[in-house]
C-alpha cells in the first residue's frame, strides 16, 4: 500500500501567476470529447465520474506511484474474481460503495405506489442457480456429515400492502459452513452445499433446515484483505444468512 511518508516528502506543486497549481482546463477537455451518440446517463455517469476522479487527484496531489498501486489493485482483484469469487465486489462493500448504492436504489424504489421490503447487499458469494429444493428440505449436501447445530428456518412472502401470502415466490438462501467458509471458497465442500432455492404454496409459507450460522473473516489474501489491513479494519462479519425472495 502507499507509503505516507514517502509522498509527505515530495514537494507541494506550484501556483501560477492565476493561482492554479494545476491545469484548469484539462478535466473540462476529457468531459468534452464525449461524443453525441453517447446516452443522456452515460454522458451524466461518466461526467461525475471524471469530475470527482480528477479532483480527488489533484486535491491529494497524487502521485504516479500511487496511481499505479491504485491502478494495480485493481488489476489484481480482476485476476482473482471468477464465477465462484467476487474480489471487486469485495472491494465495494468494504469502501461502503455497495451498501451506498443499495441505499439509493431503494430510496428511488420507496416512492412507488408498491414500496417493497428494504433491501440489503447481495454480497460477494451469491451463486446463480441454487438448486431447487422441496420445501421443508435440508440444504446441508448429503455428500458430507456437516457438523453444527441443525436449524428450523421458517417464515411467510407475504404482501407489501394487502399483508396477504405470496404463492411462487422464491426464496433463495445461503451460508457458511461452520469453518466460517462459503462452499466455493472450500475445495473439501460439495458443490453448491448450504445453498438452496425454496417455491412457496398458496400459503406463502416457507421452512427449511440449515446449519446455525457462524461469525467468519471475509478473505485476507487478496486486494481487499490488504485494503483492510492498511485501514486497520477487522475483517469478521457476524453470523448470518442470505436471503433473496423474488
Not at 47 to 62: M, S, V, W
Request: proline share 8%; net charge negative.
Amino acid at each position: 500500500m502507499v507509503d505516507e511518508q514517502s509522498h509527505a516528502s515530495h514537494p507541494p506543486a506550484v501556483a501560477d501567476s492565476k493561482g492554479h497549481k494545476f491545469n484548469p482546463g484539462f478535466t473540462q477537455a476529457v468531459i468534452d470529447a464525449t461524443g453525441p451518440k453517447a446516452t443522456p446517463r452515460i454522458r451524466q455517469l461518466t461526467t461525475g465520474l471524471i469530475r470527482h476522479l480528477h479532483d480527488f487527484a489533484r486535491e491529494n496531489e497524487l502521485t504516479v506511484d500511487e496511481w499505479m498501486t491504485g491502478v494495480e489493485l485493481m488489476n489484481a482483484a480482476g485476476r482473482m474474481s471468477d464465477a465462484k469469487r467476487n474480489e471487486g465486489q469485495l472491494l465495494c462493500d468494504i469502501l461502503g460503495l455497495e451498501s451506498l448504492v443499495d441505499e439509493i436504489t431503494y430510496k428511488l424504489a420507496s416512492t412507488a405506489a408498491d414500496e417493497p421490503t428494504a433491501t440489503a447487499i447481495l454480497g460477494p458469494f451469491y451463486r446463480h442457480d441454487a438448486p431447487k429444493l422441496p420445501m421443508g428440505s435440508c440444504i446441508v449436501s448429503k455428500e458430507i456429515n456437516e457438523q453444527g447445530d441443525r436449524t428450523w428456518m421458517h417464515g411467510t412472502i407475504t404482501d407489501f400492502r394487502t399483508g396477504q401470502p405470496i404463492e411462487n415466490a422464491v426464496v433463495d438462501v445461503w451460508h457458511t459452513a461452520p469453518n466460517g467458509l462459503y462452499e466455493q471458497q472450500d475445495p473439501d465442500q460439495p458443490d453448491m452445499n448450504l445453498r438452496g432455492r425454496f417455491t412457496t404454496a398458496k400459503d406463502g409459507k416457507y421452512s427449511f433446515y440449515c446449519l446455525r450460522p457462524v461469525p467468519y473473516p471475509i478473505p485476507f489474501d487478496g486486494p481487499a484483505g490488504k485494503i483492510l489491513q492498511a485501514l486497520d479494519r477487522h475483517a469478521m462479519r457476524p453470523a448470518h444468512i442470505h436471503f433473496l425472495a423474488s
